[in-house]
């Protein structure tokens, strides 16, 4: 795997009844963000779907075999009967309920399902040719990789997303939790269908061989190949942004800047980190080592090239020469000793990838997240559309570029509109208020936390108490234990 590591469908409805929860469980972290992802078995995701958080699924044995009639996928789409069908793909395809065995669900649960995943219409609204969101078709597209299939199976698609799972166990809570997985896959896969896009599940006791030759090690992830690459994906297991995800996998690792305009878009991006070469064309020995490195961070991370010395000028490029621009820095850091090789670009960007301020993204969460500073993190909340939010972002900008230069400060910028599912959450977690600023200390461990305190919403902190705050972070005097201490005086 290369060493970018891993890089969004809103659910609505009625909330289903409660089922009687399984066995207890620890509390779980409040950026424990997936059932999916790389934080595998000891962090879940209350973003994955609109039934909240789901427990980490303990090692357990294959479902027993399929029994009862099937029910319609879906409102008004026929059975799913494999039995009076073909097979699309008989060498490599299986049903979703033959997979599922004993979880296939009563039709009343799975439209329920259907209506979580995909949403409803508003009432007395029809939907309008270039707004009719993808409904489930009912045709079984995600397959069972095993021994006998993957060759012609990674012959067939451009691109293969696998899901690396454990068999689910057959309590009510990890039965659903599968179906919906196994949903969400198939609706991606519907609408990727046409784009070579292919979804499949590896299920990690029977086909553990399998899994051994594809190099798939974190249950409860998913695996993205494309050519030679292995991409882990670090994002929200829900989609949209998964489809998102993937439309970018299929993009060119490198995008080329041509004129004024493509340029100016360049410039407007700040959030995350970029590159930018000037290279004399692609046929160019430098421009090729280029390309291989933006591969291995290809879709995370974002590369630019152009062959224009207009366009060089204007961001003052020497011929073969590479900018790096840390998120929400208006100056980058030129790579030394042109022209690099990739090795050399590869190596800078590994050191070089963490800003000052980063933001959680939907599609790049996991990996944000479990890079911590020591088992913490400096988390700021701020809605960039709200004046207040907006205002106290701008400051934690002006505190990161005047800091850029500390390798210990890191701080991660949550917008809390991109995350409307936790809101609640982490404002019962962390006993804040999410609808004003807040900026605190998070143990990624147990979700202890410390915040600066705001005595006035509308007078915000200025940039030199925000620095003389996280000052005090750096320096261990304002640190997550204090409350435990506190708490233990209370018992005593």
């Not at 297991?237 to 993009?251: R, Y």
Request: aromatic content about 8%; some cysteine; hydrophobic content about 35%.
């Amino acid at each position: 795997m290369g060493p970018g590591g891993g890089r969004r469908v809103p659910t609505s409805g009625p909330a289903p009844v409660p089922s009687p929860p399984p066995a207890p469980i620890p509390p779980p972290d409040p950026f424990a963000l997936g059932s999916v992802g790389s934080l595998s078995g000891t962090q879940q995701c209350p973003l994955s779907t609109a039934l909240g958080p789901s427990p980490p699924r303990p090692h357990r044995e294959p479902l027993s075999g399929d029994s009862g009639p099937r029910a319609p996928p879906c409102p008004g789409h026929p059975p799913l009967d494999r039995e009076s069908r073909p097979d699309p793909d008989p060498a490599t395809s299986m049903g979703t309920a033959d997979r599922m065995g004993a979880a296939a669900v009563p039709g009343p649960r799975l439209a329920l399902l259907l209506l979580l995943l995909l949403g409803t219409p508003r009432p007395g609204v029809r939907g309008e040719d270039g707004l009719d969101f993808p409904e489930y078709d009912g045709v079984d597209r995600v397959v069972n990789v095993n021994a006998k299939n993957y060759k012609n199976i990674f012959k067939k698609y451009e691109v293969l997303a696998l899901l690396y799972h454990e068999p689910p166990e057959d309590d009510k809570a990890s039965q659903r939790q599968f179906e919906m997985e196994e949903l969400i896959l198939e609706l991606a896969a519907q609408v990727l269908e046409d784009k070579g896009v292919g979804f499949g599940l590896v299920d990690s006791e029977k086909d553990a061989a399998v899994a051994k030759k594809l190099g798939l090690t974190e249950e409860d992830s998913i695996y993205v190949f494309k050519g030679d690459e292995v991409i882990e994906y670090d994002g929200e297991f829900s989609a949209d942004t998964l489809v998102e995800f993937l439309l970018d996998v299929l993009e060119d690792p490198v995008e080329l800047i041509e004129g004024e305009r493509e340029l100016q878009a360049f410039e407007n991006i700040e959030d995350e980190i970029k590159l930018i070469g000037y290279f004399k064309s692609k046929d160019s020995e430098h421009y090729k080592a280029y390309e291989d490195a933006a591969e291995e961070f290809h879709p995370y991370i974002p590369f630019f090239a152009t062959f224009d010395s207009k366009v060089a000028k204007k961001l003052t490029l020497k011929l073969n020469e590479i900018d790096f621009y840390e998120a929400f820095m208006e100056e980058p850091v030129t790579i030394p000793d042109k022209p690099n090789s990739e090795e050399e670009i590869v190596s800078f960007v590994e050191e070089h990838r963490r800003s000052t301020l980063r933001k959680l993204k939907p599609e790049s969460m996991y990996e944000t997240w479990e890079d911590d500073m020591d088992g913490i993190h400096i988390v700021a909340f701020a809605e960039e559309a709200d004046p207040d939010g907006y205002e106290f972002l701008e400051t934690l900008k002006s505190v990161a570029q005047d800091n850029t230069d500390n390798p210990d400060l890191s701080i991660i910028w949550i917008d809390p509109d991109d995350f409307p599912l936790l809101v609640p959450y982490w404002e019962k977690t962390f006993d804040i208020d999410l609808s004003a600023p807040q900026i605190g200390v998070v143990n990624v461990t147990d979700a202890d936390s410390v915040w600066l305190e705001m005595d006035d919403e509308e007078d915000l902190p200025s940039a030199e108490e925000l620095e003389d705050w996280l000052e005090d972070v750096l320096e261990g005097e304002i640190n997550t234990e204090d409350d435990d201490e506190e708490e233990d005086d209370d018992d005593d």
